[in-house]
């Protein structure tokens, strides 16, 4: 018996140190050890302090991984602490559904830099230990730096290795939209429900909540009823709490009592580290003095930076050049893609750029109408809307005649595809780009 449990908890051993990643594995799963095997029943062991720890975050997965090694559904005690196996049973029903997040921002693709060095461990660290290392997490900066990218990071690793922990995120505009609608149907029940019954909440652009008095004050009691809980707050925000100066004092409070840590913007080995893990996350040889070019003349953010990536990629596969840097050098001016534009388009520059170039009426870009002479000209401008301006999906939505934030992402997937296949789609972009940059 003993060697077939040494055999079994060996195998299981394995399948989690995949399945949680190597750091949480060394802190939590090595220690412990296995005692007894008896049909649907595996009992653990070890110090104190992982036992109570590896049962209350981890007994899920245990289960899970143990169901999976062996062939059947197990049981599990660690310690004194049984997992109810209708717990097991309910992370089974629910381990492949996703959660509302971007699969591409993970840790693994963000580049770590001396400007957002210490924001990534800490992200790393509540990941890895929700509401057992930093809670709140604040992190500040510029938009298009890497903050969203960061939250998406934590929810993505708390979904895949967090033992059947929940996750919500959202952006501030989203929560007050949620709670709006909420007290519109009368239904705050199913809101409370949505947002405090979760084990990690994370909130992105906060700024938005200022001067949204309800709104405020509906965070305010989710964030007390979720810390209270033992929940992981992480909140993103374009400035320090105690800047948010329209926000009320017990919120600001709140935010800052825990770690708050900055993004900066990106040095040139950084931007350059950026191209390179985009340029391989795409399968595109991007030489390096092509890099260098574009890592050189796009200093604002790394979203412009990925942007002018994609542009120079078009380029070269619709006009058949060779991708170097004299190219780049040509798309980045052609583009008007050059660190010395200070002042982005509205949304409706934009908007009466599109429609010049393609000769409608902004009354047809913005009706519902179906047509392909609209629709392509409707996405350019949905698309540029999202790379030339830092307004986020919902606001530009709601300038194209109040269309849902995903209307706008649909518009922001297609547009590089078609770029990339279609000359005249990139001509179009181009010159509209062009436009707006000798407007600005």
Not at 92 to 108: G, H, I, Q
Not at 345 to 358: G, K, R, S
């Amino acid at each position: 018996m003993t060697r077939e449990l040494d055999e079994a908890w060996a195998a299981i051993q394995r399948a989690l140190r995949a399945h949680v990643g190597e750091r949480s594995y060394n802190l939590w799963i090595e220690p412990l050890r296995a005692t007894g095997l008896d049909g649907r029943a595996l009992t653990l062991d070890g110090p104190p302090e992982v036992v109570t720890w590896a049962a209350s975050r981890l007994g899920e997965a245990i289960g899970r991984v143990a169901g999976e090694v062996l062939g059947r559904r197990v049981e599990i005690a660690i310690g004194e602490v049984r997992v109810p196996s209708s717990t097991v049973a309910a992370a089974y029903a629910k381990r492949d559904a996703p959660p509302s997040l971007n699969p591409r921002y993970t840790f693994e693709q963000f580049v770590i830099g001396p400007s957002n060095r210490l924001a990534h461990a800490a992200a790393l660290a509540v990941a890895e230990m929700p509401s057992a290392a930093y809670n709140p997490l604040f992190i500040y900066g510029p938009p298009g730096l890497g903050k969203t990218h960061l939250l998406h990071s934590i929810g993505n690793y708390v979904h895949a290795f967090g033992g059947g922990l929940t996750v919500r995120y959202a952006t501030a505009e989203e929560f007050t939209n949620a709670f709006l609608a909420a007290l519109a149907t009368r239904d705050l029940d199913d809101f409370k429900a949505r947002y405090r019954g979760v084990d990690v909440l994370l909130v992105d652009d906060v700024q938005f909540l200022e001067r949204k008095a309800r709104s405020e004050e509906e965070l305010f009691h989710t964030f007390n009823a979720l810390y209270e809980a033992g929940s992981q707050l992480v909140i993103t925000c374009d400035r320090l709490p105690g800047d948010l100066g329209d926000l009320e004092d017990r919120l600001r409070e709140r935010f800052a009592c825990g770690l708050v840590t900055d993004i900066e913007r990106p040095d040139y080995a950084t931007r350059l580290a950026i191209l390179r893990k985009r340029a391989s996350h795409d399968d595109v040889a991007l030489p390096d003095d092509a890099a260098g070019v574009l890592a050189a003349r796009i200093t604002s953010n790394v979203r412009a930076l990925e942007g002018a990536l994609i542009r120079l990629v078009a380029y070269a596969s619709l006009s058949g050049r060779e991708l170097d840097a004299a190219l780049a050098t040509n798309v980045v001016d052609r583009l008007g893609l050059a660190p010395s534009r200070t002042r982005a388009p509205t949304i409706e520059a934009i908007q009466l750029a599109v429609c010049a170039h393609f000769g409608i009426t902004r009354e047809e870009l913005l009706s519902r109408s179906r047509a392909g002479r609209i629709v392509w000209p409707r996405q350019a401008a949905m698309y540029l809307s999202k790379e030339l301006t830092e307004r986020s999906l919902p606001t530009i939505g709601r300038e194209f005649a109040g269309r849902d934030h995903t209307t706008v992402m649909h518009a922001c997937r297609r547009v590089p595809v078609h770029i990339t296949t279609s000359p005249s789609a990139y001509a179009d972009i181009e010159a509209i780009t062009a436009a707006l940059g000798a407007d600005s």
